[in-house]
């Protein structure tokens, strides 16, 4: 199985804005059709579609911390797998993916993200991946970061 992440497209929009969380996930992430909204206002904002092989699993949604500062590094605004495909391992793989994509695409060495409180299971990922609690709050999140 690959992971790998695609643009958003005419061809997998529908399927990438039907993906969902569990009812009880709901207030974690926003949904995508939010986070794509969001690119207009946000023109800087890049999402894109995580696929595993084939078929589209899941969202992310990536953006400068400050894009006159490119080295204060790159945010991963949103991750998300569908409800239909969690328990797999697409989470973790995704968020390698989508570290992999900031150095690879924006050639940073800091990667940032935010996580509700509450969300245990994302917070044990993100620190299983490397990321560290900074103290810092955005909007009533926990911010953390990997340094690469």
């Known amino acids: 199985m690959t992971v790998e992440l695609r643009p ?17 996930q709901s207030g974690f992430v926003a949904p995508n059709v939010r986070g794509i909204a969001e690119t207009y206002i946000y023109p800087d904002a890049e999402p894109r579609a995580v696929y595993d092989d084939d078929e589209p699993v899941g969202f992310v949604l990536f953006h400068p ?18 409800h239909q ?22 050639r940073v060495g800091r990667v940032r993200l935010s996580v509700v409180p509450s969300n245990s299971t994302a917070r044990g990922l993100y620190r299983s991946a490397g990321f560290v609690e900074t103290g810092e709050l955005d909007h009533d999140e926990i911010v953390m970061v990997r340094e690469i």
């Open 85 to 106: 495909f969690q328990g797999r391992g697409l989470g973790r793989r995704a968020l390698e993916a989508a570290v992999e994509w900031i150095v690879r695409e924006r």
């Open 8 to 24: 958003i497209t005419g061809e997998n929009f529908q399927a990438v804005i039907k993906l969902e969380v569990l009812p009880e």
């Open 65 to 82: 911390v400050d894009k006159d500062r490119p080295a204060e590094g790159h945010c991963i605004v949103r991750l998300m797998i569908g």
